[in-house]
């Protein structure tokens, strides 16, 4: 058994990480640093005692119940392998709204659904079938990522299929969709932040209640080794990779700066944890039982 919900307070609010899924991929390289040889990434692999060949990825939305609105950041898998054969080795079938219930939810308690950004993991549970997974929450998306996919100008060919589940799964909710700016607030105590180069407009959000803050950096960090300790090192689904190193540079310094807590999309479950500097680069400090105090 391993777990699927860590929910906890913080401040005032009540926020919950939950499991959507999670896949085991091969080989750490050249998907990272594709610019430096596979033995330069073993070594790293080796340093940190994880495996240069095989490695965990999991997929982990943010809930947040500020007491007036129960907000959800991404929605998952949904049922992406169901409908595509391509995508059955790669994704895990969605879970998040059957463990939305072992959190005490029910997906039509959700007010407010957040995109951080349109990549297929984090809007695959947007809608099943035609309908909307979350039938009476409003929409959030960052303006010029919900832009960019609209559009479909200059959509790199690896991500053409990312296209096309954009126009089946996010574009529909536009009538009920409100786009956000960088810096705009969400919602009291919720406030975006740009982080874009991943995606052409990603968001990440920040989350303070009563002193307790809380960065939900999205994918500014898709490894919690290779992404953090090699932040310089290109990434292969950066859509824009100088950016998306210039940000992880600057969204990590941040956070070390700050010391505060960050919720990782697709860091080790359940997502939580600090930045320190360390040689070259920063390391990822887990949460212990920080915030079950
Ligand atoms: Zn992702």
Redesign the pocket.
């Known amino acids: 058994m391993q777990p699927t919900v860590y929910r906890f307070t913080f401040g005032g609010f009540e926020i919950a990480m939950i499991l959507d899924g999670k896949v085991v991929r091969d080989r750490l390289h050249p998907a990272f640093g594709p610019e430096h040889s596979a033995a330069e990434a073993g070594a790293l692999c080796a340093a940190n005692g994880i495996e240069a060949n095989r490695y965990e990825h999991p997929?982990i939305p943010t809930l947040v119940n500020t007491g007036k609105d129960l907000v959800l950041f991404d929605t998952g898998n949904g049922f992406l392998r169901r409908d595509y054969e391509h995508l059955r080795t790669r994704l895990d079938d969605g879970h998040l709204v059957e463990r939305l219930g072992q959190a005490g939810y029910r997906a039509e308690d959700v007010d407010v659904v957040v995109t951080t950004?349109c990549?297929p993991?984090?809007i695959g549970g947007l809608a099943d079938r035609g309908r909307p997974v979350f039938p009476k929450a409003r929409y959030v998306f960052g303006a010029a990522e919900f832009d960019f996919w609209r559009r479909g100008e200059n959509v790199r060919e690896a991500r053409k299929f990312n296209r096309e589940l954009f126009v089946r799964l996010a574009l529909p909710l536009a009538e009920r969709s409100s786009f956000i700016m960088p810096g705009e607030e969400l919602t009291p105590g919720i406030r975006s932040i740009d982080v874009a180069g991943h995606s052409p407009g990603m968001l990440a959000y920040h989350v303070e209640s009563e002193g307790k803050r809380l960065l939900i950096w999205?994918?500014t960090c898709?490894h919690y080794v290779m992404a953090l300790q090699r932040p310089d090192w290109h990434l292969d689904?950066d859509d824009d990779k100088d950016k998306a190193a210039a940000t992880r540079k600057r969204i990590l310094d941040m956070a070390a700066a700050e010391r505060i807590f960050v919720a990782g999309?697709?860091m080790p479950f359940p997502g939580l944890g600090m930045v320190e500097k360390s040689a070259g680069g920063f390391r990822w400090v887990p949460v212990s039982y920080q915030l079950n105090l």
């Open positions: 997929f950004h990549h993991d984090h999205a994918d898709v689904v999309f697709h």
